[in-house]
């Protein structure tokens, strides 16, 4: 399986990717695609300003949220970490809608991005605060105190939507259309935060994979517990936050792929961190394209998918996991 993997990785994701510019409200042959982005000037406006910077927009949020999820396995040493069910996602999203609420969108460029990281970031600290009261707590206790502080943020946020009626009309269209409001200005903004995690990640690999042994055997092989965790803190958040500003919350991504390939290809950060990457942009990019496929000409939010998919495989790593 290892062996064909990698090769259909590949095939699928360009599959998906000709589909996801083919077909919508007006469908595109496939010369019609590759002379638009060979010839842009004379290309079709719809591919070129709205397919195609929201594919390539799905993609690195997948990515992100797969590459997040992974490293929040690794710093949780919990299979059951995901952003969005440890509430780091929502935390992001409070952010985000408390500073639309006072009004600081304009602070300056991009303010909504560094309030989303910032709201990712306190959130994990949370999480992670939570997770070592009384030393390491099991993972079902670290997973319903993730939920309760998802439901907080979540509560906090609907509060202060429904004080300000601006803010109602903002936060609604900026959390509900998802990806149908990817830009490529949000392309641009996503692609560097990924960049420096991803690279980060990798020059990481082997703490990563010492870390994963617990912290006492960590330490005892060299490792800087403290730097490792910070920089985990850290990468976390970019990821999360910059997600959270281009589509809103999406459920279950962090959750799925890097359990997937931790069955097929073991628990080595160097394979799992790439393929995390290609295989999160592939699977966003495909619930995004069925998102606005199956009832055509109504398109539902990509969110449904994504937790459609996710909730029975979460209820299957909760049955693995049992203590029973």
């Given amino acids: 399986m290892r062996k064909y993997f990698i090769p259909s990785l590949i095939l699928l ?14 469908k595109y042959e496939f010369k019609e695609i590759i002379f638009s982005i060979l010839h842009p000037s004379n290309g079709e406006e719809i591919i070129l300003k709205v397919r195609l910077p929201r594919v390539i927009g799905a993609f690195f ?9 992974l490293l929040s396995q690794t710093l ?5 970490a995901d952003p969005y069910l440890f509430g780091i996602s929502s935390g992001a999203n409070f952010f985000v809608t408390l500073s ?23 959130s994990t600290f949370l999480v992670f605060m939570i997770s070592k009261i009384k030393g390491r707590i099991s993972p079902l206790t670290l997973l319903l105190s993730g939920i309760a502080l998802n439901y907080l943020f979540s509560s906090l946020s609907t509060l202060f939507t429904v004080w300000g009626r601006d803010v109602l009309n903002k936060s609604v269209f900026w959390s509900m259309t998802g990806l149908s409001n990817a ?38 092989l060299g490792v800087n517990v403290v730097f490792t965790r910070t920089i985990l803190l850290i990468l976390i958040a970019l990821l999360t936050g910059s997600s959270v500003y281009v589509s809103g919350i999406i459920g279950f991504i962090g959750l799925m792929v890097p359990n997937i390939l931790r069955g097929i290809f073991g628990t080595d ?3 799992l961190i790439p ?38 495989f979460f209820f299957y790593i909760l049955w693995r996991e049992r203590p029973w």
């Fill in 183 to 220: 830009t490529w200005l949000s392309v641009k903004v996503i692609i560097p935060f990924f960049l420096v995690s991803l690279i980060i990640s990798i020059f990481m690999y082997l703490p990563l994979n010492v870390y994963i042994l617990g912290e006492h055997e960590a330490t005892s």
């Fill in 61 to 69: 949020v997948g990515a992100s949220l797969s590459l997040a999820g």
């Fill in 13 to 26: 994701l360009f599959l998906i990717f000709v589909l996801s510019l083919s077909f919508g409200t007006v």
């Fill in 269 to 271: 950060h160097l394979k």
């Fill in 100 to 122: 639309l609420f006072l009004g600081l969108e304009g602070l300056f460029p991009h303010s909504l991005s560094v309030f989303s990281f910032l709201g990712a970031l306190f």
């Fill in 275 to 312: 393929l995390s990457v290609v295989s999160g942009g592939a699977l966003l990019m495909l619930s995004d394209l069925i998102s606005r496929t199956v009832f055509s000409p109504t398109e539902i939010p990509v969110s449904i998918i994504t937790s459609l998919l996710g909730a029975p």
């Fill in 76 to 80: 949780f040493l919990n299979p059951l």
